[in-house]
């Protein structure tokens, strides 16, 4: 037997998306966002209401995406609690540090070891698409040359209890477990 919730944001996993940008005075922002997810090879897409950080997106037309991770989920909880506009300095206070990206004008977040660096294509009706220009990972989290889940940690967001969660372990192999049906 199954039940119904009716129309409600329920899907897993939801990726814990950490936006960063500068605003007009090149102070750093970061805000948690929940509802993204890559649209084509090059692209993502995000859900956002009006934010400090929409403001800084349509000034600078660039942001950074990074990934909340196990080690870092109290601070990434953080800047989704608190608004930059009320608290200005919630960046630094959330305990992130600044790296500067080379490809757009959007900061890295030194805590975060996987971030997305990109460009505004555009932000209508509160949905953001961006352009994909760079991906950079800590080398901690590589395992022969490639970005490794187990090393990375990623956390998720649970929509239906707000709730983070870990990954478990690997359970199959893509474009390979089916062949088992064939």
């Known amino acids: 037997m199954r039940k ?4 409600k944001p ?7 998306l950490i936006v960063a940008t500068y605003d007009e005075d090149g102070n750093p922002d970061a805000m948690n966002a929940a509802w993204g997810m890559i649209t084509d090879f090059n692209e993502i897409c995000i859900s956002m209401s009006e934010h400090q950080t929409t403001e800084n997106l349509r ?3 660039a942001f950074t995406v990074s990934i909340g991770t196990e080690e870092t989920v109290v601070s990434c909880d953080y800047v989704g609690l608190v608004s930059a506009k009320k608290e200005k300095d919630k960046f630094f206070k959330a305990g992130f540090e ?26 209508e009706n509160g949905i953001l698409i961006g352009e994909i220009v760079n991906v950079n990972a800590e080398e901690r989290i590589l395992t022969d040359g490639k970005i490794d889940p187990e090393k990375l940690k990623p956390i998720s967001y649970d929509p239906v209890n707000n709730r983070y969660y870990s990954l478990s372990e690997k359970v199959g192999e893509a474009f390979k477990s089916g062949l088992k049906i064939k």
Not at 4 to 7: L, P, R, S, V, Y
Not at 10 to 16: A, E, F, S
Not at 102 to 109: F, M, R, T
């Open 98 to 123: 600044i790296i500067k990206s080379e490809y757009v004008d959007a900061p890295l977040i030194a805590q975060l070891p996987m971030a997305l660096e990109c460009k505004v294509k555009s932000f």
């Open 10 to 16: 329920y899907l897993y996993p939801m990726p814990v």
């Open 59 to 61: 000034l600078r037309k």
């Open 4 to 7: 119904n919730f009716a129309g």
